[in-house]
């Protein structure tokens, strides 16, 4: 009886139905219900598409308007009238200069204004009965006249006691306290005024990359950019949320760097950008009509150079070596190696390897990166 059983036992065990068949956990071999689903990765379509050629240029942010703020009167500082850092408008006062001394010179002044006035409205009569000369009626007049001069400087002196603001903008730290002697022998600067909004960028382009340009253009290869709109690229790698415009381009190219000077303006409402910055501005250079972009993302480097990593309608990964002919804002231009419906992977590459197999979703732009795939529960414990 036990060599029956035995047999038994082993004709099951040949046909997988051993005595731990149909318990959780058992394989049924690969591809069968018991094994992993191939991972997921996020692909794009490649697909001919209108592509704008950018440039992304070092430049560094420059206040749209700045103003030196400087004594214009001899004096000892009494206050300081404003909170450093704060924005302000034109006029509002900035520092009080004790200013008895220009008080007292413009009383002096208009009392002899005063007196030359008498002296004239005396002489009026006197001259229509040839009482006086003409040439001391005249003499007077001009004494009025320097008179009047004296006041109107003495009011200057006095005014300028109390340095307002140029510009409005924002204003920054005070460069002199308060007991500070200023203006003595010199135009003592107090503070300075910087408007930063908007706001100035100043960027450089090598003038070799322009001439290719206008040569593309000439050739027929490319289109011209229709547009003067630029983009702002902090030093995070973050894009501004505020577009800017083309303002200014050099008609001279720099000697010592070979490259033309270019400024764009950005509106800056909340303040985020701040003068002294360096940046990169996203140019616009060249359109091209029906031009293949994949994600920057998506293209690695390789000891031959670039590749993407893609996969076939059957969900096998493939390496493809490509080339780029530059950059439509964050994308590359591909010039070699792809074809459109070419399915390539942007999120997911470390679980793609070239020949295993994958189950390819459209990749959403801003979507995180795809998690691994969770580890397996393990089995409860038998009591």
């Not at 503070?191 to 253009?217: G, K």
């Not at 690229?233 to 949320?241: E, K, N, R, T, V």
């Not at 505020?242 to 303040?271: I, S, Y």
Request: one cysteine or more; proline letters at 8%.
């Amino acid at each position: 009886m036990k060599k029956i059983t035995s047999v038994l036992l082993l004709i099951l065990a040949a046909c997988g139905q051993g005595p731990d068949a149909g318990k959780p956990g058992a394989s049924a071999g690969p591809g069968g219900p018991g094994a992993m689903p191939p991972p997921e990765v996020d692909v794009v379509t490649v697909k001919p598409t209108v592509a704008r050629i950018t440039q992304d240029l070092p430049g560094r942010l420059l206040a749209y308007r700045t103003a030196q703020v400087r004594a214009r009167v001899e004096g000892v500082v009494e206050k300081q009238l404003f909170v450093e850092g704060s924005d302000i408008q034109a006029g509002t006062p900035l520092f009080q200069i004790d200013a008895r001394t220009y008080r007292a010179q413009l009383d002096a002044a208009e009392a002899d204004l005063a007196a030359a006035k008498a002296v004239l409205a005396r002489y009026q009569p006197l001259l229509e009965i040839k009482a006086v000369s003409q040439q001391e009626f005249d003499a007077a007049a001009a004494k009025v006249k320097q008179a009047e001069a004296a006041v109107a400087k003495a009011r200057l002196d006095l005014e300028n006691a109390v340095p307002p603001a140029p510009i409005s903008g924002r204003i920054g730290r005070a460069l002199v306290t308060e007991g500070a002697l200023v203006g003595k022998g010199e135009a003592t600067h107090l503070v300075t005024i910087e408007q930063i909004d908007p706001i100035r960028v100043e960027f450089t382009q090598s003038y070799a990359d322009l001439m290719r340009l206008q040569q593309a253009v000439k050739a027929g290869k490319q289109k011209k950019a229709d547009s003067a709109e630029v983009q702002l690229l902090l030093p995070d790698g973050s894009l501004y949320a505020e577009k800017g415009r083309l303002k200014f381009a050099d008609m001279a190219v720099d000697p010592n760097t070979g490259a033309v000077v270019l400024r764009a303006e950005f509106p800056n409402p909340r303040r985020e950008l701040l003068p002294g910055a360096f940046v990169r501005v996203r140019f616009p250079e060249a359109m091209i009509d029906d031009a293949l972009t994949v994600p920057q993302r998506a293209v690695q480097g390789s000891p031959t150079g670039q590749i993407v990593m893609t996969v076939d309608a059957e969900g096998k990964v493939s390496v493809s070596p490509i080339k780029t002919g530059g950059m439509s804002g964050g994308d590359f231009i591909v010039t070699e190696g792809l074809k459109a419906g070419d399915m390539v992977i942007v999120n997911g590459l470390q679980k793609a390897r070239p020949g295993s197999v994958v189950k390819a979703v459209p990749w959403m732009p801003g979507a995180p990166l795809l998690a691994a795939p969770p580890a397996p529960a393990a089995p409860a414990e038998k009591k």
